[in-house]
Every structure is written in C-alpha cells, then in structure tokens.
C-alpha cells in the first residue's frame, strides 16, 4: 500500500514551545532509532575515554541537531517516507513484488559525472575498479565493453589505471548454482588482478622513490 504525504496544516499547528517539541518529536524518535549496538559502544567509549572534558561541544551541537531533527521531522511529513527513503531514492521498475534497478540515462550520467570526477580528483586513488558496465562507460568510455574487456587495466586521468568487472547483483542473478559459482569465481580473479596490480604499482613507486635519492 502506497504511503500518502501528509501536508501539515498552518493552523493545526501548535506554536510556541509546543510547536517546537511538535517539529522536533518526528525527528528525535528517528535519530533515537539510529543508535546501533555499534553507536552505542562508540558512546560508551567516548564517555569513559573523556567524560565531561567535551560536555562544552554541546553548545555547539545541539542547534544543529535540533536543526537537523526538525528537517528529518519535517520531510517525514511532507513525503510520507523516512529520510532514507527520501535520500536513497533510485530508478526502477517492478517485477511482480520486487523492485528491479533500473539503468541510468546517459543525461543522467552526465549530469552526475562531474560529482565523480570531483571525488576521485580529492581521493587520488591509485586503482578504480567499475563494477558494472553503467560504471564503467561513465569512467572508461561509451564504447567499452565489459564482458569482452572485463579485468584489463586502462590509464586514467586521475588515477594510475581503471579497471571494470561485473556487479555482484549480477552473480546472484545467474540462473543456476552452476553458474553462479563460475561467475563468482571469476568476480574473484578479477579482483586478485588488482590486488596484482595494486602490488606492481606500488613497487614501481618504492623503485622510483630510491633511485631518486
């Protein structure tokens, strides 16, 4: 069943300090149901590292986390749907109940590219690995061919090389057990030759470094 956007009411809405707690409460409960186990130790830890020593960063803090809660609150009630619902959004099509990725445009992937572009030029990696063939003819180029040129190494602007290979959602879809070992097995291949690779380029770095002293 299709959630429906609930469109707040202006005069329903309390003010004051009531229509404070009324925007924050949504949000609250939501950052509330974040704290994993995992969130929880880090907490503990953090207390029994430092104890009151950072109590002063609340002042900081807590404007942006009210900041933050009220919009969470506030775009659970516009959209019907939680944050990461609203975030995470991605194109598909429906194949009876399940929902099938659906591949990019290629106006879609030109408009992303330059947000691309910005990461890998501040990671500076020394490898990108494609998973997929949306990925790699975003990253490599139109023309290539990812079954046919899947775990070759390309020169690349920003990084010493790029390579593609298949996505992993593509192993699960093989249509038996047979199948699906080989293509894991060669998913694992693939990545062996980057670890490969990874290894060769870094001794050609350790090389350059000592000749240069």
């Given at each position: 069943?299709?959630?429906?956007?609930?469109?707040?009411?202006?005069?329903?809405?309390?003010?004051?300090?009531?229509?404070?707690?009324?925007?924050?409460?949504?949000?609250?409960?939501?950052?509330?149901?974040?704290?994993?186990?995992?969130?929880?130790?880090?907490?503990?830890?953090?207390?029994?590292?430092?104890?009151?020593?950072?109590?002063?960063?609340?002042?900081?803090?807590?404007?942006?986390?009210?900041?933050?809660?009220t919009?969470?609150?506030?775009?659970?009630?516009?959209t019907?749907?939680?944050?990461?619902?609203?975030?995470?959004?991605?194109?598909?099509?429906?194949?009876?109940?399940?929902?099938?990725?659906?591949?990019?445009?290629?106006?879609?992937?030109?408009?992303?590219?330059?947000w691309?572009e910005a990461?890998?030029?501040?990671?500076?990696?020394?490898?990108?690995?494609?998973?997929?063939?949306?990925?790699?003819?975003?990253?490599?180029?139109?023309?290539?061919?990812?079954?046919?040129?899947?775990?070759?190494?390309?020169?690349?602007?920003?990084?010493?090389?790029?390579?593609?290979?298949v996505?992993?959602?593509?192993?699960?879809?093989?249509?038996?057990?047979?199948?699906?070992?080989?293509?894991?097995?060669?998913?694992?291949?693939?990545?062996?030759?980057?670890?490969?690779?990874?290894?060769?380029?870094?001794?050609?770095?350790?090389?350059?470094?000592?000749?240069?002293?």
């Amino acid at each position: 069943m299709k959630r429906r956007p609930i469109k707040p009411s202006p005069a329903a809405r309390p003010k004051g300090i009531e229509g404070f707690f009324a925007d924050l409460g949504p949000g609250l409960i939501t950052g509330c149901a974040d704290d994993d186990p995992s969130g929880i130790s880090t907490y503990s830890m953090a207390g029994a590292l430092f104890g009151y020593s950072f109590l002063w960063s609340a002042l900081l803090s807590f404007p942006l986390m009210v900041t933050l809660q009220t919009m969470c609150g506030r775009l659970g009630l516009v959209t019907g749907r939680g944050l990461a619902g609203v975030v995470k959004h991605f194109k598909f099509e429906h194949r009876g109940k399940r929902r099938i990725h659906k591949k990019p445009s290629n106006s879609e992937i030109v408009a992303c590219k330059p947000w691309l572009e910005a990461e890998l030029a501040f990671i500076q990696p020394e490898i990108i690995v494609c998973l997929g063939a949306t990925a790699a003819q975003a990253v490599i180029g139109k023309n290539h061919r990812l079954l046919e040129e899947r775990g070759n190494f390309f020169p690349h602007a920003i990084a010493k090389s790029v390579m593609a290979t298949v996505h992993p959602s593509s192993i699960l879809r093989a249509i038996d057990s047979g199948r699906r070992r080989q293509a894991y097995r060669s998913f694992v291949d693939d990545l062996k030759g980057v670890r490969r690779e990874l290894s060769r380029t870094q001794i050609g770095r350790t090389k350059s470094h000592a000749a240069d002293r």
